[in-house]
């Protein structure tokens, strides 16, 4: 099998856009689940509802990796997985360092989808000298000290940043000087890398505040429904808004237009 090193994904020279191969692993996903159950094809419109997409969107992705599926049968489950792993780079093995071997760190370590999914966890590294020789996910913690070596023995080209916030330029600097050209980030802080090297980052924290937001959204949506509810249920005289009867000047000052008796 190939090593990471050697061979690149070919998704940017065909040139599939960014968002497209953001949804291939959607679209992976999906297919798996589907071949680990024996189905031989699918629809583009039950595919799509899988990977959470719009059927036509699907099928527009699809076309810029040269697959158009079958009228009347759809797309072939087993060569779809073949097609997105091989554009994904995930028909070779990519050897991965993960540094920070925290409880973020170490959970990461534990992943189980690593494997299954062309990543091979190479090594594992730590600045703390108490955690040194500590097995994690059946791998010995290293010292950053030998962050380079273990980069250019094991021909790493993606490394995790698990690091404290504090920390994660310096190491994603040496990461970047040993060779690493893809990096995912899970500190909380924003990266700063030459051109030619790639950076996805995660933050939990980010995503929790949106899904606040929208929740505080549907509260207020809630909220305003619930008013309108309420208002239907009053009386006409109390619901409807009382109106000042008309008024003209009058020698005093305005009066109303019409006198009572």
Known sequence: MATGRTHRPATRSRGIPEATVARLPLYLRALTALSERSVPTVSSEELATAAGVNSAKLRKDFSYLGSYGTRGVGYDVEYLVYQISRELGLTQDWPVVIVGIGNLGAALANYGGFASRGFRVAALIDAD?????????????????????????????????????????????????????????????????PDGVD???????????????????????????????????????????????????????????????
Do not use: W, Y
């Open 199 to 261: 950076v996805r980052k995660v933050d939990l924290s980010i995503e929790l505040q949106i899904l606040a937001f929208h929740e505080q959204r549907k509260a207020g949506e809630d909220l305003g429904e619930a008013v309108a509810a309420a208002r239907d249920t009053l009386p006409k005289a109390v619901a409807e808004p009382v109106t000042e009867p008309a008024r003209r000047p009058g020698p005093d000052g305005d009066v109303p237009a019409v006198m009572p008796a």
């Open 129 to 193: 000298p108490a955690q040194t020789g500590k097995m994690v996910a059946g791998l010995p913690v290293r010292h950053t000290d030998e962050l380079e070596d273990i980069v250019e023995h094991n021909q790493v080209s993606i490394g995790v940043i698990a690091t404290p916030a504090g920390a994660a330029q310096e190491v994603c600097d040496r990461l970047v000087a040993a060779g690493v050209t893809s990096i995912l980030n899970f500190a909380p802080t924003v990266l700063s890398v």
